[in-house]
C-alpha cells in the first residue's frame, strides 16, 4: 500500500502540470469560440471530461495523503443521520440504501467532515458494485470488546453485490480492485489506510455470489482517552 501511495502521489504531480494547461486553454476556447451549437457541444464535452480527471486528481491526492479522521469527538450515529441524504444520493440509480443507528451514543475519535467522507467513500464504493434493486445496508454499533483500552465503534457496511473470486477478495482493499471506476476504485483503498492511520481495523469478505461486507472500527473517544492517561 506504501508504494501505491508513492505511485499515486507521482501520478498526481503530472497529472495536476497536465490540467493546469487544459483549464487554461479550456477558458481561452470558450472566450474565442465561435456562436455555434457544434462548437459548443464539443466544448461541453472537453469540459466533462476535464471535471472527469479533476475528481481522479482529487482522489489520488487523498489517497496518497491518507490521513486520520481528526483528534476531536464526535458521535457516529450523528455523523449517519445527518449524512444519510447525501448517501442516499450517493447510490445508483435503481439501487437502494439502508442506515441503522446505534442503540446509544458511539463518540469515537475524529472530526465530523472527515468522517463523514470516510463514510461516503465507503458506501459509494459499496453502491457502485450493485446490480440493479441491489441494496447497501450500513449499520453502526458498539464492537463486541468489553476492556475499555479496546472500546470501538463498529461500522458493518454489506452489499448484496455479485462478489469477488478469492484471488480478487484478498487484494480488496487494493486500489481498482474492488471496483474498476473512476468513481469508486481509490476511494476504497483510501477507506483502508484512513482507518488503519486513525487506530482502527479494518476486513471484509465477499465471494462469488454472497455479495460483500466490509467491517471496520474505529476507537470510542474514551477509550482514546485512557490509553493515552491510564489510571494509576
Do not use: C, W
Not at 2 to 26: K, P, V
Not at 68 to 75: K, L, N, Q, R
Request: hydrophobic residues 45%; negative net charge.
Amino acid at each position: 500500500m506504501d508504494a501505491a501511495a508513492r505511485t499515486a502521489r507521482a501520478l498526481a504531480h503530472e497529472l495536476a502540470n497536465y490540467l493546469g494547461a487544459m483549464r487554461s486553454t479550456l477558458y481561452l476556447l470558450a472566450d474565442d469560440a465561435p456562436d455555434d451549437p457544434e462548437v459548443r457541444q464539443d466544448l461541453d464535452t472537453l469540459a466533462r471530461a476535464f471535471k472527469e480527471a479533476a475528481e481522479l486528481l482529487e482522489e489520488l491526492r487523498r489517497f496518497a495523503k491518507a490521513q486520520p479522521i481528526g483528534t476531536g469527538s464526535v458521535d457516529l450515529n450523528e455523523v449517519l443521520r445527518e449524512a444519510e441524504p447525501e448517501l442516499h444520493a450517493a447510490m445508483r440509480a435503481g439501487t437502494k440504501l439502508r442506515v441503522r443507528l446505534g442503540s446509544e451514543p458511539l463518540v469515537v475519535r475524529g472530526d465530523q467532515a472527515r468522517l463523514r467522507l470516510l463514510i461516503l467513500d465507503l458506501v459509494t464504493t459499496m453502491g457502485h458494485s450493485l446490480a440493479e434493486g441491489g441494496r447497501v445496508e450500513i449499520v453502526a454499533t458498539p464492537a463486541p470488546d468489553h476492556a475499555l483500552e479496546n472500546a470501538s465503534a463498529l461500522l458493518l457496511a454489506s452489499g448484496d453485490g455479485p462478489g469477488l473470486e478469492p484471488e480478487r477478495a484478498a487484494r480488496i482493499f487494493e486500489p481498482f480492485v474492488f471496483d474498476k471506476s473512476g468513481n469508486a476504485g481509490l476511494k476504497l483503498a483510501t477507506v483502508y489506510t484512513t482507518v488503519v492511520e486513525s487506530g482502527g481495523t479494518i476486513a471484509a469478505e465477499s465471494a462469488p455470489g454472497e455479495g460483500t461486507t466490509i467491517r471496520l472500527t474505529l476507537p470510542l473517544a474514551t477509550a482514546a482517552a485512557a490509553g493515552e492517561n491510564p489510571a494509576r
